[in-house]
Structures are given as structure tokens and as C-alpha cells.
């Protein structure tokens, strides 16, 4: 299936990208991606009325179906109506949230290429109107996860727009971040640190 952006651009998948590599199937991990491991949180909020976040919906436009048989149909080509903005969204404590996550191999560094233009405009957007956004990185070879308020972020990304540095380093992250212990239910338990970023 070829999928497209509305400039008629490709779309690339980066998953296709890391395809090879295999997934962490340890105890702590059991092979789950950080947007799992938040989808997981997700339903915990909702079910103990914490919080109501989801997954945003990726808006496509069908445009090819094959239909090899009356019981199925095969999407052979679409289109991404808009480019997307973040990964979630939803509401805490009366307030709307809005944030990206993202993984890294990367050990020692979160690059920026990871981010695109127009998701940190929409967050500065979402900023701008008082909700509560941030970025949330997961460095899985590391394990370790950062909430990096969207205030932060902003300074990196205007330092690299600058000429300064393309990534932010993981010290700067335990500087300027707020790390997310891992522990049982949920996992990722994300929203404890919202309160904590000075909304």
C-alpha cells in the first residue's frame, strides 16, 4: 500500500527503517514500544478516572481498494490528509494535554531530526492556550524515560535552528527533564509527573 503526504511526497515509514532490530522481550520490557507502554497508562487513567488521554487518530484518505474476494478488501494506495500533529491527547484535571513521544537508541543523545517542524508548532500552539504539553522520550537501549516540558524543548529546538546543537544530550535531559521511574501499574505512570511541570 502507498501512502501519501497532500503534497503527493511519499510517506517512508521509520519503522521500516529500524525493521531489523529486535525488540527488548526482557521481564521489564517484554518487547513493548513506548506507545504501548502508554496506551497501557492510558487505560489505567481511564479505568481509575485519573485521566481520559488517547492515541491520536492518523487522518488517511483511502484512495486505491482491491477487493480480492466479497469478505475482504486490501487498502492499495492512500494519502495522509494533513500531516499529524502529536501522539496524544485528552484531558487531566480539567485541563487539556497534548504531547509527542518518542524512543532513541541513541545512548548518549535524543536528536532532534526525531521531531518534526510542525509538531513543535503545534505545540507551541497548545502552549500558547494554557494546556499542558510536553515531549516524552523513552532511551530504550538505556531504559530510562524523560517528560521534557514543552518550555525546554523550545529553547533546544531554537539553539539547533541557530546553528547550535542538533541533539539534546542526555545530561541535559536529567538537567532539564523529569525522569519516569518505571514501576508496575502502570508502567510508565507519566501523569504523576505532569504535576510536577509548573502548570
Avoid at 70 to 84: D, F, L, M, Q
Avoid at 122 to 148: E, N, P
Wanted: aromatic share 12%; hydrophobic share 35%.
Amino acid at each position: 500500500m502507498a501512502i501519501h503526504y497532500p503534497n503527493g511526497k511519499a510517506y517512508v515509514p521509520v519503522i521500516q527503517a529500524t525493521k531489523e532490530k529486535k525488540k527488548d522481550y526482557s521481564f521489564s520490557n517484554r518487547g513493548k514500544t513506548l506507545e504501548d507502554e502508554i496506551s497501557d497508562a492510558n487505560e489505567y487513567y481511564i479505568a481509575q478516572d485519573i485521566a481520559v488521554i488517547h492515541k491520536k487518530p492518523i487522518p488517511i484518505q483511502v484512495v486505491k481498494v482491491d477487493y480480492p474476494s466479497r469478505s475482504s478488501a486490501v487498502i492499495k494506495e492512500a494519502y495522509y490528509r494533513t500531516p499529524s500533529t502529536t501522539d496524544f491527547n485528552g484531558v487531566y484535571k480539567g485541563r487539556y494535554i497534548d504531547f509527542e513521544a518518542k524512543e532513541t537508541e541513541n545512548r548518549t543523545a535524543f536528536p532532534l531530526k526525531n521531531i518534526h517542524l510542525h509538531q513543535v508548532e503545534h505545540m507551541r500552539k497548545v502552549s500558547k492556550q494554557q494546556g499542558i504539553t510536553f515531549l516524552l522520550v523513552r532511551f530504550s537501549a538505556l531504559d530510562r524515560y524523560f517528560c521534557l516540558p514543552f518550555e525546554q524543548l523550545s529553547l533546544f529546538w531554537d539553539r539547533m535552528l541557530t546553528g547550535g546543537r542538533k541533539s539534546i544530550a542526555i545530561t541535559e535531559m536529567e538537567s532539564h527533564a523529569i525522569e519516569i521511574t518505571p514501576r508496575y501499574a502502570p508502567r510508565i505512570d507519566y501523569i504523576k509527573i505532569v504535576n510536577d511541570l509548573n502548570v
